[in-house]
């Protein structure tokens, strides 16, 4: 062991020097947080972080481009996730009574613009969607469409239960040849001018009975005029997140049709998933 008076005297001559003094048997020095403890010479440094790990600078954010806002390249060229509040009527759709739906508006200041939807699965001679107004079921009919198992789809704007024979009913098919994809129906706007309108399924929600939609103008797919975007797994009363256009050229109607086309488009949807859940080759596993 060297004494401590030989240590200093060696240093004092290496400082005259300019010599690195290196001490025989010097023993290892502990601290009481290991962080301070020299690393063994045998044991590897830590490998440097990946980029993946690294945190960001937040001064290379600034001036670089934004980030996408949409989740796929699908949402991206439909437009869906756009964030723009004085353009479009936000609604929360939540489930009520077994099938049926109530939509409410994000505002819930907005008390005209309150909605309940009554769906009714296969009855004969009977509209499969009622849309009305309000909360309750008892709300007063602004419309109704018939899906029927076999046959084409159709939708009116008025009063069902007081004067359904004043309605003027419009076609609504779809136009895939193996999917359900894409639904097709036309409508007269406010200036007299008949145009045709398509529902598209952007996406299919894993283990749901609905998919994401969005409204567009055929021959003007850029503009989304109305999307829908499904809780998927996540739902328990919610069911999703629907977004309205306001265009005034199409009068004020437009609304009506536009709630009773997507809700057609989703009873449709269900209905495929409650046969192909209860259906035999379900039951029997094939």
Same mark, same amino acid.
């Given at each position: 062991?060297?004494?401590?008076?030989?240590?200093?005297?060696?240093?004092?001559?290496?400082?005259?020097?300019?010599?690195?003094?290196?001490?025989?048997?010097?023993?290892?020095?502990?601290?009481?947080?290991?962080?301070?403890?020299?690393?063994?010479?045998?044991?590897?440094?830590?490998?440097?972080?990946?980029?993946?790990?690294?945190?960001?600078?937040?001064?290379?954010?600034?001036?670089?481009?934004?980030?996408?806002?949409?989740?796929?390249?699908?949402?991206?060229? %439909?437009?869906?996730?756009?964030?723009?509040?004085?353009? %479009?009527?936000?609604?929360?759709?939540?489930?009520?009574?077994?099938?049926?739906?109530?939509?409410?508006?994000?505002?819930?200041?907005?008390?005209?613009?309150?909605?309940?939807?009554?769906?009714?699965?296969?009855?004969?001679?009977?509209?499969?969607?009622?849309?009305?107004?309000?909360?309750?079921?008892?709300?007063?009919?602004?419309?109704?469409?018939?899906?029927?198992?076999?046959?084409?789809?159709?939708?009116?704007?008025?009063?069902?239960?007081?004067?359904?024979?004043?309605?003027?009913?419009?076609?609504?098919?779809?136009?895939? %040849?193996?999917?359900?994809?894409?639904?097709?129906?036309?409508?007269?706007?406010?200036?007299?001018?008949?145009?045709? %309108?398509?529902?598209?399924?952007?996406?299919?929600?894993?283990?749901?009975?609905?998919?994401?939609?969005?409204?567009?103008?055929?021959?003007?797919?850029?503009?989304?005029?109305?999307?829908?975007?499904?809780?998927?797994?996540?739902?328990?009363?919610?069911?999703?997140?629907?977004?309205?256009?306001?265009?005034?050229?199409?009068?004020?109607?437009?609304?009506?049709?536009?709630?009773?086309?997507?809700?057609?488009?989703?009873?449709?949807?269900?209905?495929?998933?409650?046969?192909?859940?209860?259906?035999?080759?379900?039951?029997?596993?094939?």
């Amino acid at each position: 062991m060297v004494e401590l008076r030989d240590r200093i005297a060696a240093i004092q001559a290496a400082l005259e020097t300019d010599q690195e003094v290196e001490f025989a048997n010097t023993p290892p020095r502990h601290s009481l947080d290991h962080r301070f403890d020299k690393t063994a010479p045998e044991v590897d440094a830590a490998p440097a972080p990946t980029p993946a790990k690294e945190k960001a600078n937040p001064f290379e954010s600034v001036g670089a481009p934004p980030k996408s806002q949409y989740y796929d390249s699908v949402a991206a060229a %439909f437009g869906l996730g756009i964030l723009d509040e004085e353009e %479009f009527t936000e609604y929360i759709v939540y489930d009520a009574f077994v099938t049926n739906l109530r939509i409410c508006p994000l505002n819930l200041t907005d008390t005209g613009h309150y909605y309940y939807v009554e769906h009714r699965s296969f009855l004969p001679n009977v509209p499969g969607v009622i849309l009305r107004h309000g909360t309750e079921k008892s709300g007063k009919s602004l419309g109704a469409a018939h899906i029927p198992l076999q046959g084409k789809n159709t939708f009116g704007v008025g009063d069902y239960d007081g004067r359904p024979h004043e309605m003027v009913w419009e076609r609504m098919g779809n136009t895939g %040849f193996w999917t359900h994809m894409k639904y097709e129906f036309e409508h007269e706007i406010a200036a007299g001018v008949r145009k045709t %309108f398509n529902w598209i399924r952007t996406r299919n929600n894993i283990m749901d009975d609905q998919g994401d939609l969005v409204l567009v103008e055929q021959g003007r797919e850029y503009l989304v005029l109305c999307e829908y975007l499904g809780k998927g797994l996540l739902k328990w009363k919610k069911r999703g997140r629907l977004r309205i256009r306001t265009v005034e050229a199409f009068g004020e109607s437009w609304e009506i049709v536009v709630l009773l086309t997507w809700a057609s488009v989703i009873e449709l949807s269900r209905r495929r998933a409650r046969i192909r859940r209860y259906s035999p080759t379900h039951l029997i596993g094939i």
